[in-house]
């Protein structure tokens, strides 16, 4: 059983940066999304960023310039860079993956669906900005 698990979060002055991490364990499928969400208290959760096998990537225009995200080479860790953070940049963030046994995974799908297209998600890391 495939296992996520974030790390990376604390505690941040505004404009300060962070790097999350999200190790993806026991996974041996080829085609698959990988996404960042995060959820802040009384809010819906907020998808951010998503990357596929082969690399592409989208982010959210409310991150966009300021959150990247990637992957290591061997596809087992999962990254979002924070820069240039907020004080609404404050929420638990969350990794969650759409593996697939046959085809290629697509942004736009992930992008349709929302977090519902995602079916294995981590515990989450939580991320503080304040001053």
């Known amino acids: 059983q495939v296992h996520m698990e974030e790390s990376g979060g604390g505690s941040v002055r505004p404009g300060g940066s962070l790097r999350l991490s999200c190790i993806v364990s026991?996974?041996?499928?080829?085609?698959?999304?990988l996404g960042w969400f995060r959820q802040a208290p009384g809010k819906e959760r907020e998808g951010l960023a998503i990357?596929?096998?082969?690399?592409?990537?989208n982010v959210a225009d409310s991150v966009k310039g300021r959150f990247t995200v990637s992957q290591d080479y061997a596809k087992t860790t999962l990254y979002l860079q924070m820069d240039s953070l907020k004080a609404e940049d404050t929420a638990m963030y969350y990794c969650?993956?759409?593996?697939?046994?046959?085809?290629?995974?697509?942004?736009?799908?992930?992008?349709?669906?929302?977090?519902?297209?995602?079916?294995?998600w981590g515990q989450g890391t939580q991320v503080t900005v304040s001053s």
């Open positions: 990357i596929e096998d082969d690399g592409d990537t």
């Open positions: 026991r996974h041996t499928y080829t085609h698959y999304c």
């Open positions: 969650a993956a759409h593996f697939r046994e046959e085809g290629p995974c697509y942004i736009e799908d992930a992008l349709e669906r929302g977090a519902g297209f995602f079916y294995t």
